[in-house]
Protein backbone atom coordinates (compact mmCIF):
# COMPACT_ATOMS: atom_id res chain seq x y z
CA UNK A 1 0.00 0.00 0.00
CA UNK A 2 2.56 1.92 0.63
CA UNK A 3 4.29 1.90 -2.68
CA UNK A 4 1.44 2.77 -4.33
CA UNK A 5 0.80 5.61 -2.38
CA UNK A 6 3.99 6.70 -3.35
CA UNK A 7 3.74 6.01 -7.04
CA UNK A 8 0.39 7.30 -7.05
CA UNK A 9 1.81 10.62 -5.25
CA UNK A 10 4.51 10.90 -8.00
CA UNK A 11 2.35 10.50 -10.68
CA UNK A 12 0.13 13.55 -9.35
CA UNK A 13 3.68 15.39 -8.59
CA UNK A 14 4.51 14.52 -11.94
CA UNK A 15 1.34 16.19 -13.67
CA UNK A 16 1.55 19.32 -11.69
CA UNK A 17 4.96 20.16 -12.13
CA UNK A 18 4.42 19.28 -16.51
CA UNK A 19 0.90 22.27 -15.86
CA UNK A 20 3.24 24.84 -13.84
CA UNK A 21 5.50 24.25 -16.49
CA UNK A 22 2.69 24.51 -19.49
CA UNK A 23 1.36 27.63 -17.83
CA UNK A 24 5.02 29.60 -17.72
CA UNK A 25 6.19 28.31 -21.95
CA UNK A 26 1.86 30.20 -22.60
CA UNK A 27 2.65 32.80 -20.40
CA UNK A 28 6.47 33.35 -22.05
CA UNK A 29 4.76 32.64 -25.51
CA UNK A 30 2.25 35.18 -24.50
CA UNK A 31 4.58 37.69 -23.69
CA UNK A 32 6.62 36.68 -26.62
CA UNK A 33 3.96 37.74 -28.81
CA UNK A 34 3.45 41.16 -26.67
CA UNK A 35 3.27 44.06 -29.78
CA UNK A 36 6.43 45.60 -29.36
CA UNK A 37 5.16 49.31 -29.88
CA UNK A 38 3.13 49.23 -27.00
CA UNK A 39 5.18 50.94 -24.70
CA UNK A 40 8.51 51.90 -27.14
CA UNK A 41 9.36 53.55 -30.56
CA UNK A 42 9.55 51.01 -33.12
CA UNK A 43 12.90 50.99 -34.54
CA UNK A 44 12.03 53.56 -37.66
CA UNK A 45 10.51 56.13 -35.02
CA UNK A 46 13.44 55.79 -32.68
CA UNK A 47 15.85 56.32 -35.47
CA UNK A 48 14.08 59.82 -36.33
CA UNK A 49 13.81 60.45 -32.36
CA UNK A 50 17.68 60.47 -31.92
CA UNK A 51 18.05 62.34 -35.14
CA UNK A 52 16.22 65.24 -34.56
CA UNK A 53 17.52 64.57 -30.97
CA UNK A 54 14.20 65.11 -29.61
CA UNK A 55 12.98 64.20 -25.74
CA UNK A 56 10.04 62.10 -25.25
CA UNK A 57 7.39 62.68 -22.24
CA UNK A 58 4.48 60.94 -21.11
CA UNK A 59 0.61 60.88 -20.38
CA UNK A 60 1.63 62.82 -16.71
CA UNK A 61 3.23 65.32 -18.03
CA UNK A 62 1.15 66.10 -20.86
CA UNK A 63 -1.72 66.16 -18.94
CA UNK A 64 -0.48 68.32 -16.77
CA UNK A 65 0.61 70.99 -19.39
CA UNK A 66 -3.02 71.22 -20.66
CA UNK A 67 -4.57 73.49 -17.95
CA UNK A 68 -8.45 73.88 -17.99
CA UNK A 69 -7.96 72.18 -21.77
CA UNK A 70 -9.05 75.50 -23.97
CA UNK A 71 -5.90 76.75 -26.40
CA UNK A 72 -5.82 80.18 -23.38
CA UNK A 73 -5.20 78.23 -20.13
CA UNK A 74 -2.43 75.31 -21.94
CA UNK A 75 1.16 75.99 -21.17
CA UNK A 76 2.25 74.72 -24.24
CA UNK A 77 1.32 74.76 -27.63
CA UNK A 78 0.31 70.71 -28.65
CA UNK A 79 0.73 69.39 -32.13
CA UNK A 80 -1.39 66.72 -33.81
CA UNK A 81 0.85 65.39 -36.94
CA UNK A 82 -1.96 63.50 -38.16
CA UNK A 83 -4.22 63.96 -41.39
CA UNK A 84 -6.87 66.68 -40.92
CA UNK A 85 -9.31 63.89 -40.79
CA UNK A 86 -7.95 62.01 -38.03
CA UNK A 87 -7.55 65.37 -36.35
CA UNK A 88 -11.16 66.47 -36.97
CA UNK A 89 -12.26 62.94 -36.11
CA UNK A 90 -10.38 63.11 -32.07
CA UNK A 91 -7.62 64.79 -30.58
CA UNK A 92 -6.43 65.94 -27.50
CA UNK A 93 -7.53 69.00 -26.25
CA UNK A 94 -6.46 72.62 -27.17
CA UNK A 95 -4.18 70.94 -29.61
CA UNK A 96 -3.47 72.61 -33.47
CA UNK A 97 -3.41 70.24 -36.07
CA UNK A 98 -0.03 70.16 -38.40
CA UNK A 99 0.00 67.32 -41.17
CA UNK A 100 3.55 65.85 -41.68
CA UNK A 101 2.83 65.89 -45.10
CA UNK A 102 1.21 69.70 -45.30
CA UNK A 103 3.47 71.15 -42.92
CA UNK A 104 4.10 74.17 -45.34
CA UNK A 105 0.28 74.80 -45.11
CA UNK A 106 -0.65 74.47 -41.59
CA UNK A 107 2.87 75.72 -39.97
CA UNK A 108 1.15 79.33 -40.27
CA UNK A 109 -0.86 78.88 -37.31
CA UNK A 110 2.42 79.44 -35.26
CA UNK A 111 3.68 82.73 -36.73
CA UNK A 112 2.90 84.83 -33.45
CA UNK A 113 4.19 81.53 -31.18
CA UNK A 114 7.79 82.14 -29.52
CA UNK A 115 10.57 80.31 -31.15
CA UNK A 116 11.11 79.74 -27.19
CA UNK A 117 7.12 78.16 -26.11
CA UNK A 118 7.32 74.52 -25.42
CA UNK A 119 5.59 72.58 -28.48
CA UNK A 120 4.44 68.76 -27.75
CA UNK A 121 4.14 66.99 -30.92
CA UNK A 122 2.31 63.84 -31.27
CA UNK A 123 0.38 61.21 -33.69
CA UNK A 124 -1.08 57.89 -34.01
CA UNK A 125 1.41 56.11 -31.17
CA UNK A 126 4.17 54.53 -31.03
CA UNK A 127 4.82 53.18 -34.09
CA UNK A 128 4.14 56.21 -35.88
CA UNK A 129 6.55 58.56 -37.66
CA UNK A 130 4.94 61.81 -38.49
CA UNK A 131 4.96 63.64 -34.96
CA UNK A 132 8.60 63.26 -34.94
CA UNK A 133 8.86 64.15 -38.33
CA UNK A 134 6.76 67.01 -37.64
CA UNK A 135 9.10 67.82 -34.83
CA UNK A 136 12.42 68.01 -36.41
CA UNK A 137 10.88 70.42 -39.00
CA UNK A 138 9.46 72.55 -36.11
CA UNK A 139 13.65 72.19 -34.71
CA UNK A 140 14.77 72.97 -38.24
CA UNK A 141 12.55 76.52 -38.38
CA UNK A 142 14.13 77.76 -35.27
CA UNK A 143 11.79 75.90 -32.53
CA UNK A 144 14.04 75.61 -29.46
CA UNK A 145 11.72 73.32 -27.23
CA UNK A 146 9.82 70.49 -29.21
CA UNK A 147 8.95 67.27 -27.25
CA UNK A 148 7.42 64.21 -28.15
CA UNK A 149 4.45 62.60 -26.73
CA UNK A 150 5.16 59.62 -28.70
CA UNK A 151 2.38 57.32 -27.15
CA UNK A 152 0.03 59.92 -28.61
CA UNK A 153 -3.52 60.10 -29.18
CA UNK A 154 -4.33 56.19 -28.63
CA UNK A 155 -3.24 56.03 -25.44
CA UNK A 156 -4.86 59.84 -24.47
CA UNK A 157 -8.19 58.41 -25.82
CA UNK A 158 -7.98 55.40 -23.53
CA UNK A 159 -7.03 57.87 -20.04
CA UNK A 160 -8.69 61.13 -21.01
CA UNK A 161 -11.37 62.55 -23.27
CA UNK A 162 -11.19 63.23 -26.69
CA UNK A 163 -11.44 66.69 -28.74
CA UNK A 164 -14.07 66.42 -31.71
CA UNK A 165 -15.02 68.46 -35.04
CA UNK A 166 -17.73 69.74 -35.98
CA UNK A 167 -18.58 66.64 -38.51
CA UNK A 168 -18.69 64.62 -35.65
CA UNK A 169 -21.57 66.31 -33.91
CA UNK A 170 -23.17 66.56 -37.13
CA UNK A 171 -22.96 62.85 -37.86
CA UNK A 172 -23.75 62.30 -33.92
CA UNK A 173 -27.40 63.98 -34.54
CA UNK A 174 -27.95 62.64 -37.42
CA UNK A 175 -27.64 59.26 -36.47
CA UNK A 176 -29.11 59.73 -32.90
CA UNK A 177 -25.46 58.28 -31.73
CA UNK A 178 -24.82 60.39 -28.93
CA UNK A 179 -25.87 62.26 -26.00
CA UNK A 180 -25.31 66.25 -26.62
CA UNK A 181 -24.32 68.43 -23.41
CA UNK A 182 -24.55 72.25 -23.29
CA UNK A 183 -22.48 73.46 -20.83
CA UNK A 184 -23.52 77.00 -21.02
CA UNK A 185 -25.78 78.70 -18.37
CA UNK A 186 -29.56 77.58 -18.55
CA UNK A 187 -30.34 81.04 -19.68
CA UNK A 188 -27.79 80.90 -22.48
CA UNK A 189 -29.14 77.82 -23.41
CA UNK A 190 -32.86 78.91 -23.83
CA UNK A 191 -31.81 81.72 -26.25
CA UNK A 192 -30.30 79.58 -28.63
CA UNK A 193 -28.14 76.06 -28.83
CA UNK A 194 -27.79 72.78 -30.86
CA UNK A 195 -30.69 71.32 -32.04
CA UNK A 196 -30.81 67.74 -29.80
CA UNK A 197 -29.01 69.15 -26.92
CA UNK A 198 -29.78 68.64 -23.22
CA UNK A 199 -28.85 71.52 -20.26
CA UNK A 200 -26.26 70.53 -17.72
CA UNK A 201 -24.30 73.76 -17.10
CA UNK A 202 -21.01 73.33 -15.19
CA UNK A 203 -21.79 75.39 -12.36
CA UNK A 204 -24.71 72.66 -11.47
CA UNK A 205 -23.07 69.56 -11.92
CA UNK A 206 -24.02 68.09 -8.32
CA UNK A 207 -27.66 69.04 -9.05
CA UNK A 208 -27.88 67.64 -12.10
CA UNK A 209 -25.80 65.06 -12.40
CA UNK A 210 -28.48 62.43 -12.62
CA UNK A 211 -29.36 63.44 -16.33
CA UNK A 212 -26.01 61.90 -17.15
CA UNK A 213 -26.67 58.66 -19.29
CA UNK A 214 -26.92 55.15 -16.60
CA UNK A 215 -24.97 53.34 -19.30
CA UNK A 216 -21.03 54.43 -18.76
CA UNK A 217 -20.53 53.44 -22.13
CA UNK A 218 -22.52 56.09 -23.73
CA UNK A 219 -21.21 58.50 -26.69
CA UNK A 220 -21.38 61.63 -24.53
CA UNK A 221 -20.39 65.03 -26.21
CA UNK A 222 -20.35 68.26 -24.85
CA UNK A 223 -19.85 71.93 -25.46
CA UNK A 224 -20.20 75.74 -24.74
CA UNK A 225 -19.38 79.00 -25.73
CA UNK A 226 -16.09 78.54 -28.42
CA UNK A 227 -12.17 77.41 -27.82
CA UNK A 228 -11.92 80.35 -24.71
CA UNK A 229 -14.38 78.32 -23.15
CA UNK A 230 -13.56 75.66 -20.27
CA UNK A 231 -17.03 74.69 -19.41
CA UNK A 232 -17.28 72.01 -21.32
CA UNK A 233 -13.96 70.23 -20.34
CA UNK A 234 -15.02 70.84 -16.85
CA UNK A 235 -18.50 69.00 -17.57
CA UNK A 236 -15.66 66.68 -19.62
CA UNK A 237 -13.61 65.71 -16.68
CA UNK A 238 -16.67 65.20 -14.17
CA UNK A 239 -18.11 62.19 -16.90
CA UNK A 240 -14.53 61.09 -17.31
CA UNK A 241 -13.94 61.08 -12.77
CA UNK A 242 -17.40 59.37 -12.81
CA UNK A 243 -16.34 56.51 -14.93
CA UNK A 244 -17.60 57.22 -18.27
CA UNK A 245 -15.92 55.83 -20.91
CA UNK A 246 -16.64 57.51 -24.43
CA UNK A 247 -16.28 61.71 -23.51
CA UNK A 248 -15.59 63.58 -25.98
CA UNK A 249 -15.48 67.58 -25.88
CA UNK A 250 -16.92 69.75 -28.85
CA UNK A 251 -14.56 72.83 -28.11
CA UNK A 252 -15.46 75.13 -31.41
CA UNK A 253 -18.84 75.03 -29.96
CA UNK A 254 -21.53 77.03 -30.68
CA UNK A 255 -19.79 79.38 -32.75
CA UNK A 256 -18.49 77.03 -35.39
CA UNK A 257 -21.52 75.55 -35.31
CA UNK A 258 -23.42 78.70 -36.40
CA UNK A 259 -20.36 79.63 -38.69
CA UNK A 260 -21.11 76.46 -40.74
CA UNK A 261 -24.16 77.42 -41.25
CA UNK A 262 -25.88 74.68 -39.32
CA UNK A 263 -29.33 74.79 -37.77
CA UNK A 264 -30.13 76.36 -34.20
CA UNK A 265 -33.12 76.44 -32.00
CA UNK A 266 -33.71 79.93 -32.65
CA UNK A 267 -32.85 80.09 -36.33
CA UNK A 268 -35.75 79.64 -38.31
CA UNK A 269 -34.47 79.24 -42.12
CA UNK A 270 -33.46 75.57 -42.52
CA UNK A 271 -29.61 74.91 -41.87
CA UNK A 272 -27.68 74.82 -45.37
CA UNK A 273 -27.82 71.98 -46.67
CA UNK A 274 -24.05 70.19 -47.85
CA UNK A 275 -25.97 69.19 -51.17
CA UNK A 276 -23.90 65.91 -51.80
CA UNK A 277 -24.15 64.45 -55.04
CA UNK A 278 -25.86 61.31 -55.41
CA UNK A 279 -23.13 59.13 -55.44
CA UNK A 280 -23.54 55.95 -56.15
CA UNK A 281 -22.99 52.95 -53.47
CA UNK A 282 -20.67 51.12 -55.48
CA UNK A 283 -17.44 52.15 -57.52
CA UNK A 284 -17.94 50.96 -61.34
CA UNK A 285 -15.68 47.81 -59.89
CA UNK A 286 -18.18 47.11 -57.95
CA UNK A 287 -16.11 48.46 -54.05
CA UNK A 288 -18.72 49.47 -51.61
CA UNK A 289 -18.15 53.50 -51.77
CA UNK A 290 -17.94 54.33 -47.74
CA UNK A 291 -19.52 57.90 -46.59
CA UNK A 292 -16.31 59.84 -46.14
CA UNK A 293 -14.65 60.83 -49.39
CA UNK A 294 -12.51 58.62 -50.85
CA UNK A 295 -13.12 55.47 -48.16
CA UNK A 296 -14.01 52.32 -48.72
CA UNK A 297 -17.01 51.15 -46.54
CA UNK A 298 -14.86 49.47 -44.07
CA UNK A 299 -16.95 47.04 -42.50
CA UNK A 300 -17.95 45.59 -46.20
CA UNK A 301 -14.42 45.09 -46.66
CA UNK A 302 -13.44 43.93 -43.00
CA UNK A 303 -16.45 41.27 -43.62
CA UNK A 304 -14.66 39.33 -46.75
CA UNK A 305 -11.11 40.09 -44.73
CA UNK A 306 -12.20 38.02 -41.93
CA UNK A 307 -13.29 35.39 -44.26
CA UNK A 308 -10.36 35.41 -46.16
CA UNK A 309 -12.32 36.22 -49.07
CA UNK A 310 -11.46 39.92 -50.41
CA UNK A 311 -13.07 40.09 -53.90
CA UNK A 312 -10.12 39.21 -56.69
CA UNK A 313 -10.92 42.98 -58.59
CA UNK A 314 -9.47 44.56 -55.05
CA UNK A 315 -6.14 44.67 -54.33
CA UNK A 316 -5.01 46.16 -50.80
CA UNK A 317 -1.80 48.17 -50.74
CA UNK A 318 -0.15 48.73 -47.48
CA UNK A 319 1.48 51.84 -47.42
CA UNK A 320 3.61 51.45 -44.52
CA UNK A 321 7.91 50.81 -44.14
CA UNK A 322 8.56 47.57 -45.33
CA UNK A 323 9.84 46.91 -42.01
CA UNK A 324 6.39 47.07 -40.14
CA UNK A 325 4.77 44.95 -43.68
CA UNK A 326 7.22 42.22 -42.59
CA UNK A 327 6.01 42.01 -39.26
CA UNK A 328 2.23 41.13 -40.22
CA UNK A 329 -0.12 42.52 -42.75
CA UNK A 330 -3.37 41.78 -44.18
CA UNK A 331 -2.97 38.26 -46.20
CA UNK A 332 -2.85 39.09 -50.02
CA UNK A 333 -1.24 43.02 -49.02
CA UNK A 334 1.13 44.08 -50.92
CA UNK A 335 3.56 46.85 -50.12
CA UNK A 336 4.61 50.47 -51.72
CA UNK A 337 5.94 53.31 -48.62
CA UNK A 338 3.76 55.95 -50.13
CA UNK A 339 5.70 58.30 -48.11
CA UNK A 340 8.80 57.52 -50.17
CA UNK A 341 7.51 58.00 -53.33
CA UNK A 342 6.52 61.46 -55.93
CA UNK A 343 2.51 60.93 -56.86
CA UNK A 344 3.91 60.16 -59.97
CA UNK A 345 6.25 57.30 -58.73
CA UNK A 346 3.50 56.13 -56.50
CA UNK A 347 1.04 55.76 -58.66
CA UNK A 348 3.20 53.72 -61.64
CA UNK A 349 3.94 51.52 -58.99
CA UNK A 350 0.50 50.32 -58.20
CA UNK A 351 -1.26 47.44 -60.23
CA UNK A 352 -2.96 48.31 -63.22
CA UNK A 353 -6.96 47.41 -63.86
CA UNK A 354 -7.69 46.88 -60.15
CA UNK A 355 -9.42 48.82 -57.48
CA UNK A 356 -6.66 49.90 -54.99
CA UNK A 357 -7.43 50.16 -50.91
CA UNK A 358 -5.13 51.59 -49.21
CA UNK A 359 -4.10 50.33 -45.66
CA UNK A 360 -1.89 51.29 -42.37
CA UNK A 361 -2.12 51.31 -38.75
CA UNK A 362 -4.35 53.64 -37.78
CA UNK A 363 -5.81 55.43 -41.38
CA UNK A 364 -3.55 58.47 -41.17
CA UNK A 365 -0.88 57.23 -43.78
CA UNK A 366 -3.65 55.30 -45.74
CA UNK A 367 -5.42 59.02 -46.33
CA UNK A 368 -2.29 61.25 -46.64
CA UNK A 369 -1.44 58.36 -49.96
CA UNK A 370 -4.95 58.87 -51.26
CA UNK A 371 -4.64 62.75 -50.84
CA UNK A 372 -1.20 62.79 -52.54
CA UNK A 373 -2.87 61.24 -55.72
CA UNK A 374 -5.64 63.19 -55.59
CA UNK A 375 -3.78 66.43 -55.27
CA UNK A 376 -1.31 65.81 -58.07
CA UNK A 377 -4.75 65.15 -60.77
CA UNK A 378 -4.69 61.48 -61.37
CA UNK A 379 -7.70 59.29 -61.68
CA UNK A 380 -8.72 58.34 -58.44
CA UNK A 381 -12.24 56.64 -58.77
CA UNK A 382 -10.73 53.08 -58.68
CA UNK A 383 -8.54 54.25 -55.70
CA UNK A 384 -9.99 53.99 -52.49
CA UNK A 385 -8.60 54.26 -48.61
CA UNK A 386 -9.30 51.61 -45.84
CA UNK A 387 -9.92 53.91 -42.46
CA UNK A 388 -9.46 51.10 -39.82
CA UNK A 389 -6.92 50.35 -36.69
CA UNK A 390 -4.93 47.10 -37.72
CA UNK A 391 -2.83 45.39 -35.52
CA UNK A 392 -1.43 42.21 -37.41
CA UNK A 393 0.89 39.71 -36.68
CA UNK A 394 2.01 37.48 -39.46
CA UNK A 395 -1.40 37.48 -41.25
CA UNK A 396 -3.50 37.19 -38.04
CA UNK A 397 -4.98 40.94 -37.91
CA UNK A 398 -7.03 42.57 -35.15
CA UNK A 399 -8.99 45.46 -37.11
CA UNK A 400 -11.35 47.79 -35.87
CA UNK A 401 -12.91 50.03 -38.15
CA UNK A 402 -13.39 53.57 -37.63
CA UNK A 403 -16.65 55.98 -37.70
CA UNK A 404 -16.69 57.50 -40.42
CA UNK A 405 -16.83 61.59 -39.96
CA UNK A 406 -20.24 61.89 -42.19
Request: charged share 25%; proline share 4%.
Amino acid sequence: MIMINRKGLAMKLSLITKSLFAVTLLSTLMLANEPANLSKPTEKVQSLIDKYKLEVVDYNYVKGKIGKGTRDSAKVVLIDARPDKKYISGTIPSSLNIPDTEYEKYVGQLKDTPKNKEILVYCGGWACAKSPKVAGLLKKDGFTKVKLYQAGEPEWGQKSYLEVGTEVVKSALSKNAAVIIDARPYAKYMQETIPGSISIPDTELEQLKGRFPVNHMEKIITFCGGYKCAKSHVVAKKLISMGYKNVTVYAAGLPAWKEAGLSTTKSSETAKNDKKENKPEFSKNGAKLGSDEGSIDGEWLYSFIKEDKVPSFIQIVDVTSPEEFNKGHIKGAINITAENYSAKEFISKLPKNKTIVFNCTQGGRSIDAWNKLKKAGYDISEVFYFDANIDCKGNDCKIKVNEPLE
